[in-house]
């Protein structure tokens, strides 16, 4: 009888080592092996193209860093964009996912149209938006309409104070959808009969969003909350294509400066250094959410 | 035993056949410049194959927006091609990191002479030629020629005729009150923050005394590009756009063709569009004379070969193809650039004596400055542009350029000063 547990608990791990090959195959050359190589880079002064080899540097990179005011920078407008853009694009994803889960006609119709931004590549949407900032673009045009005439013209993009939140309501738009998404599968998920019960009972709409559709969509929101921070975290898209960083570095966003260090100014080490302690940010942040959501769960 | 006889046949047949179809296949890059410029290289490639079948060219374009960028990645990965188009000035970090194989070794004294000056001086480095171009640039302001007679201002004629600065500004405000024009000068901003910025505005540092780093040692920027004269043409720069002289963000390309500006400072591409835009109305006016004199642009684009090419000679062979005078003047009458050859300028409609584009071989004879020729050059270039994006945008001068400085030095240091023996 024994004999039988065991060789069945043994034929299982097996079977499930078969299963976990290629997820962990893909995982280790694609995730695991740049990343090492990125760590031991980034303690060298490696060149993109280089006459001289490259040697270990020690700590230099990581000192180096201390004294990067545009990497301060950088981390800086990245921390505002996320904390602006994680609570109101997830806020909005559950507004959209709420009306067009609504059984009215045409709700596949704006299901699609909420969610087509997320599809459209990022390139072609910062384009686009490009022209709608531009002071002779549509959104100038619109605002001098409304006032008849009496508005100046903002170039949204060059304006040290617009460019960020131009930049922000723009990834919130094109993001929107995915999270939207998400949120309505949680609500589909949600069993019709709490709905009922609290009905009878007498609670209005109001109180049954607070009390039934947040408390079942925890763990929905857990994961959004997540996906959305790491997803705004890696900001590069939109600012390399509207702003390049700019005006005067207010857009300018932790990618970006790995980017033009690596390969720009060819300084592979040094953006490597830079990739792991953002990393390690993103993921001692990604890690913070979780314990902290996690934690109410099991209050609740 | 018949089945070896069968066996020897075939074995023959297809190491014969093999041989006779033993080609010599190379692989170019090349920037996607604008399309007519791309069209004749894809007419070159087809005419070289169809010539003679022992060597097979194999043309892939690449964007250039990000072309010396994809080239860098690719020669870290060890995928360059045979034979690339590079920058002018990114060339001596390419030659610095060994990846490209000298030309000069395959050139005559005759033909090096027949050369442009500029294009060899922007090929060579360290006393080999590493790449050669078809074409040098010109950059200078193209003007509306109505809209200067009716503010009275002086046409003039070459280089030494030039607008003093004094005059250059006093136009400026003229060309402002006329109706048409909404900003002056179209610096083609447009075009964003990359090499146009130093190409197309270090002539301005230069001709104010300053330059991007110091061509004695090139070891540093500090005093050279933040020294007063920097400064003061940092000053003079930004000051054209906060009194609305010039415009701090076009919305397109045609600010000049339309008659929004009245002076378009850009290089030779323009040429062709714009004489079709303006016919008669086009003139073309030499930089004006700053503090210190006067500058223009230098250099482009030129063909390569790189160390990993295993036949060098084959792929030569093919860069005199496209070098040959008839060939030139096929891409410099597409795209307006100066033919790189004596021999080929004579052949070009616009560059011969009394072309209309004349001026630009003689400012290359005698007031353009070619970009820094050191393998810091790609850090040089991205500094500088960020900072003229700064300087545009309002920015303190001073501490932007200072801040330049710092970064340009910094990178000399972190590559011990780019030493090439080592």
């Keep these: 009888m024994a004999k039988h547990v065991s060789t069945d608990k043994r034929r299982g791990f097996k079977h499930a080592l078969i299963f976990l090959i290629p997820g962990l195959a893909l995982l280790i050359t694609f995730m695991i092996v740049p990343f090492a190589s990125a760590f031991i880079i980034s303690f060298t002064n490696m060149r993109l193209i280089a006459r001289i080899p490259a040697r270990f540097i020690g700590f230099d990179n990581y000192i180096r860093m201390f004294q990067d005011d545009v990497f301060g920078r950088s981390l800086l407008n990245i921390f505002y964009f996320v904390a602006v853009v994680v609570p109101i694009q997830t806020m909005f994803a559950l507004g959209l996912a709420i009306l067009v889960n609504k059984k009215i006609k045409g709700a596949t119709f704006f299901r699609t149209v909420y969610f087509l931004p997320t599809v459209t590549v990022m390139v072609v949407v910062s384009v686009i938006w490009s022209f709608l900032y531009h002071p002779e673009g549509l959104l100038n045009g619109f605002m001098n309409t409304i006032t008849l005439g009496n508005w100046t013209p903002i170039d949204f993009l060059n304006n040290k104070a617009w460019a960020f939140p131009a930049i922000m309501l723009m990834s919130i738009w094109q993001g929107v959808g995915f999270q939207m998404l998400i949120y309505l599968a949680g609500l589909q998920g949600i069993p019709e009969s709490l709905y009922e019960a609290a009905t009878i009972d007498g609670a209005n709409a109001r109180k049954q969003f607070l009390y039934i559709t947040l408390p079942q969509l925890r763990s929905t929101t857990t994961f959004v909350v997540i996906s959305t921070t790491i997803l705004a975290f890696r900001l590069f898209d939109q600012v390399y294509m509207m702003t390049g960083g700019g005006p005067e570095r207010a857009t300018y966003t932790v990618m970006l400066h790995i980017y033009t260090q690596g390969f720009v100014r060819q300084n592979v080490g040094y953006a490597s250094a830079l990739t792991v302690v953002f990393f390690l940010i993103v993921l001692g942040i990604s890690i913070t959410q979780r314990f902290i959501l996690k934690e109410e769960r099991e209050v609740a | ?422």
């Design chain 2, 1 to 422: 035993m018949k089945r070896i006889t069968v066996l020897l046949t075939l074995a023959v047949f297809v190491l014969l056949s093999a041989m006779s179809f033993a080609q010599i296949e190379l692989t170019v890059w090349y920037h996607d410049g604008q399309e007519f410029e791309r069209a004749v290289i894809r007419d070159q490639i087809e005419r070289f194959n169809a010539s003679q079948d022992r060597i097979k060219i194999t043309g892939v374009e690449i964007p250039e927006g990000t072309y010396t960028q994809q080239v860098n990645a690719a020669a870290l990965a060890g995928r360059l091609p045979d034979i690339l188009d590079l920058d002018g000035p990114t060339v001596a970090n390419f030659a610095w990191g060994y990846y490209l194989h000298p030309l000069d070794e395959f050139m005559t004294e005759e033909l090096i002479e027949d050369f442009l000056p500029s294009i060899i001086q922007q090929g060579l480095y360290h006393d080999n030629i590493w790449a050669l171009g078809t074409f040098d640039s010109g950059l200078g302001f193209y003007a509306n020629k109505s809209y200067l007679e009716r503010v009275g201002a002086r046409i003039p004629e070459g280089v030494e005729d030039a607008w003093t600065m004094d005059e250059f500004m006093e136009i400026l405000y003229d060309l402002k009150e006329l109706p048409e024009v909404t900003y002056p000068i179209d610096f083609k901003i447009n075009y964003g923050v990359g090499e146009w910025f130093t190409y197309g505005f270090s002539p301005f540092w230069q001709a104010f005394g300053a330059d991007l780093i110091d061509r004695e040692s090139f070891m540093t920027a500090e005093g050279v590009l933040n020294g007063p004269e920097g400064i003061a043409a940092g000053e003079w720069f930004q000051g054209l756009f906060t009194e609305g002289l010039a415009h701090p963000n076009p919305p397109g390309d045609a600010e000049f063709v339309e008659g929004r500006a009245a002076l378009s400072w850009v290089g030779h591409w323009a040429y062709v569009g714009y004489n079709e835009a303006l016919g008669d109305d086009l003139v073309l006016v030499p930089p004006p004379i700053f503090p210190a004199g006067q500058a223009a642009g230098m250099g482009s684009w030129a063909w390569s070969i790189t160390s990993v090419c295993e036949d060098p000679a084959a792929a030569w062979e093919f860069l005199e193809f496209i070098l040959q005078p008839e060939e030139i003047v096929k891409m410099t009458n597409a795209n307006g650039a100066v033919p790189s050859r004596f021999s080929a300028v004579e052949l070009s409609e616009y560059y011969k004596e009394g072309g209309p584009l004349e001026l630009f071989v003689e400012q290359l004879n005698t007031i353009a400055v070619e970009r820094p020729v050191t393998p810091a050059y790609p850090t040089i270039t991205s500094v500088f542009a960020n900072a003229v994006d700064n300087i545009i945008k309002g920015g303190d001068v001073k501490a932007i350029l200072d801040r330049a400085v710092r970064d340009i030095d910094r990178d000399i240091r972190d590559n011990d000063g780019y030493p090439f023996e080592w």
